[in-house]
């Protein structure tokens, strides 16, 4: 009874930590989009305001409801999968939907920054998982990816599989990873980092916590002649 109660005890407070380590990330989070919202707000209060500036206004205004919308929806999940409440599916999943089910969301954002997305797939190579949470995950590093691509830059998707694994592979013409920010990128509460200032360090640290979850594994790197790499490995048998 002891003992049980012990658990019980150590279950709680683990479970009040994560509350109160989400809470502390959505606050920290949504600090400066929130500042920015009140801004924009105070400035379509003037009466001299013209219509074409009001509608540059709202548009600005909705993306940064959209990024905070975003944010919350990752953390909560996050949290969730740090506490073990996900339950992953374990079905065979095709790379090639995967794939085309994560660049979908995402290929507006990308045609607007002028950004071209290209898709490299060998064969049919497939891996068991989770496509639902997987996606969201390859959601997040390719926004991740675009985020850090100038215009006329290229996000490219490789798949490639054998007998054993799958492996992903989305790489981008951007500025690179810098060097003493590799081993903390996906990092959850790193908050020094400037490649993950502008929130998506909370997209990174959920990407890792989602594959490795499923017995993947990612890593981030930094290819020639410049940009950033990140590497999927999926089993096509439980492990």
Wanted: proline residues 3%; charged residues 30%; aromatic residues 6%.
């Amino acid at each position: 009874m002891t003992i049980r109660l012990r658990e019980q005890n150590a279950e709680l407070k683990s479970e009040k930590q994560f509350a109160k380590e989400a809470l502390e990330d959505i606050s920290h989070q949504l600090r400066t989009p929130l500042t920015s919202v009140m801004m924009i707000l105070g400035l379509m209060r003037s009466a001299d305001l013209e219509d074409k500036e009001r509608t540059e206004y709202m548009r600005d205004l909705y993306e940064l409801l959209a990024r905070m919308k975003w944010l919350i929806e990752t953390m909560l999940s996050l949290s969730r999968i740090e506490a073990d409440a996900v339950k992953f599916a374990k079905d065979t999943v095709s790379c090639r939907e995967l794939i085309n089910r994560s660049v979908e969301p995402v290929s507006v954002t990308a045609e607007l920054k002028g950004v071209e997305i290209k898709t490299e797939i060998e064969g049919e190579p497939a891996f068991i998982g989770d496509l639902h949470y997987t996606s969201e995950a390859l959601v997040n590093l390719l926004k991740n990816a675009i985020e850090h691509t100038p215009e006329g830059g290229t996000v490219t998707i490789t798949a490639k599989g054998n007998n054993i694994s799958s492996d992903i592979t989305i790489s981008d013409t951007g500025e690179g990873i810098p060097e003493k920010e590799l081993p903390h990128i996906f990092e959850r509460f790193y908050r020094s980092s400037e490649y993950t200032k502008n929130g998506f360090g909370i997209g990174l640290a959920f990407a890792k916590k989602v594959i490795n979850a499923q017995d993947g594994k990612l890593k981030a790197s930094n290819h020639k002649p410049h940009g950033a790499e990140f590497d999927i490995h999926f089993y096509k048998t439980t492990i």
